[in-house]
């Protein structure tokens, strides 16, 4: 296959949800991929922030001259963006490459178990990842949870140095529970037997992770008021340390924009820190899984993460975080002026919201905005928009079902938000740019795909040619 027909291959592969199982990829792991799964990885799972911490995590671990490899998603221009290693995307031809090598190894898979059937959609994704990370020869992976996590493909692999669940909160309720305790139930379904979780789960969430974590005899390292380090060892509280340090090293030098970054960049950067430590271990040890090796120690101090930061060089790890660049959240579009975020729940909205009355106060934003029907945009858009503002709202294109523009307009008149429909996200651009007042800047929100058609309407085809940086333009 060229890289077109490994696009149009993907695309007709079967959702993975339609067919929830681990049972699958662990079985195709262990027939094909046994050595290409094993690479030592991060795992970051999470309601919110996941690609965030997962993009910091990578930064500053190239920042120590370590060569690694990441797999977010969703991409926002092309598949490519999926796959990374040393900051670089997989080229069109690797790419092609390996779905090539993957199809025909799925479709005798398939043939040969006829009870669980070929590799669906995002088990083929994490399938291409562990082959490209395999052959580029990565030391480390850092790898996003696709959806949830308990029967996520990503948890098929058998490596992880540590856990993050960055935390939880209502989204997916129709696959993953409509409480907060069910969905923490399935994103702890991550959680590795004897390997260290890091999260900022907080109440309901917290508990149940903690619950899951002590079943599975797994440290957890929760932070408290996001100024508190706090350990836990079967579900008691052990020990805190202060989170000023690092803190102060994240708002000094981190790129990314909004504070909901910092409290991502300090579980990536205690993720990275439990890393560099049980990388010494397992240099000393050289036998046992990671998991072995874990249960058989005692976890290190909240402290110890801490000063394990500041053990390295600080001017190459500032590079780090000042190097982080994560599109399409808060980010702003190069050569225009817009702003982009892909908040799609509530709790994403929220931080958004949060952002812009910080930074504009004075103005007002004008929304263009789309949102798929499985998600609940009325809480969106209510922790989003103000009454008084514009919001433009125009149906997304995709494979999944958008909520109706009427349906968009009626949720926002009952606000008292004014509501205007157009027939495509880049009509409602082009409106919104041609009619903004004086004290009103354009943000585009409420999925991935608004954004994505934000960026072909401007002609991009690579998402990093249209990043500007953290400072508008």
Not at 236 to 244: G, I, L, Q
Not at 306 to 331: F, H, M
Request: aromatic residues 8%; charged residues 25%.
């Amino acid at each position: 296959m060229n890289y077109l027909e490994a696009k149009t291959y993907l695309e007709s592969l079967a959702p993975t949800l339609s067919r929830p199982t681990l049972d699958r990829m662990r079985r195709f792991i262990e027939a094909y991929l046994s050595e290409e799964a094993d690479i030592p990885c991060i795992h970051i799972g999470g309601t919110n922030g996941k690609g965030s911490t997962v993009a910091i995590a990578d930064s500053i671990l190239r920042s120590r001259g370590y060569k690694v490899g990441r797999f977010t998603g969703p991409h926002l221009l092309r598949w490519n963006e999926r796959f990374h290693v040393d900051g670089k995307a997989i080229t069109d031809e690797d790419f092609a490459r390996i779905a090539t090598k993957l199809r025909d190894l799925s479709e005798k898979f398939g043939k040969e178990n006829k009870d669980v059937g070929e590799l669906t959609w995002f088990e083929f994704l994490t399938a291409m990842a562990f082959m490209h990370f395999a052959e580029s020869k990565v030391d480390v992976a850092v790898v996003e949870v696709g959806l949830g996590g308990r029967f996520d493909a990503t948890t098929a692999r058998t490596n992880p140095f540590v856990t993050v669940i960055t935390n939880v909160s209502l989204d997916h309720t129709h696959l993953l529970g409509d409480t907060v305790e069910k969905i923490a139930f399935e994103k702890a379904g991550i959680i590795e037997p004897g390997i260290s979780v890091v999260t900022a789960c907080q109440d309901a969430a917290l508990d149940e992770v903690l619950r899951v974590a002590r079943e599975k005899m797994s440290p957890v390292y929760a932070l408290a008021n996001n100024d508190q380090i706090v350990l836990y060892i079967n579900g008691k509280r052990e020990a805190s340390s202060p989170a000023s340090p690092l803190l102060s090293l994240l708002k000094e030098n981190l790129s990314l924009l909004g504070n909901h970054q910092i409290q991502n960049g300090l579980l990536a950067l205690l993720a990275v820190a439990k890393f560099l430590i049980v990388d010494k271990d397992v240099k000393v040890q050289m036998s046992g899984s990671i998991s072995e090796i874990a249960l058989g120690k005692t976890p290190p101090a909240p402290q110890e993460l801490v000063d394990a930061i500041y053990k390295c060089d600080l001017e190459t790890l500032s590079a780090g975080l000042k190097n982080v660049r994560w599109p399409g959240r808060l980010q702003y579009l190069k050569n225009k002026d817009i702003l982009l975020d892909g908040a799609h729940n509530p709790a994403g909205a929220q931080a958004l919201r949060a952002f812009l009355d910080q930074k504009y106060p004075g103005f007002r934003p004008l929304f263009v905005i789309s949102s798929f029907e499985t998600k609940d945009v009325r809480q969106l858009l209510s922790s989003l928009v103000h009454k008084g503002e514009r919001v433009f709202v125009a149906e997304a294109k995709g494979r999944r079902s958008s909520h109706s523009k009427e349906f968009l307009l009626h949720c926002l008149m009952l606000m008292g938000a004014e509501g205007k429909s157009f027939p495509s996200i880049a009509a409602a651009v082009d409106a919104a740019r041609a009619g903004k007042e004086r004290d009103e800047f354009i943000v585009i929100s409420g999925s991935f795909a608004a954004i994505k058609e934000t960026l072909q309407h401007f002609g991009y085809t690579y998402v990093e040619d249209s990043y500007l940086s953290n400072v508008q333009a």
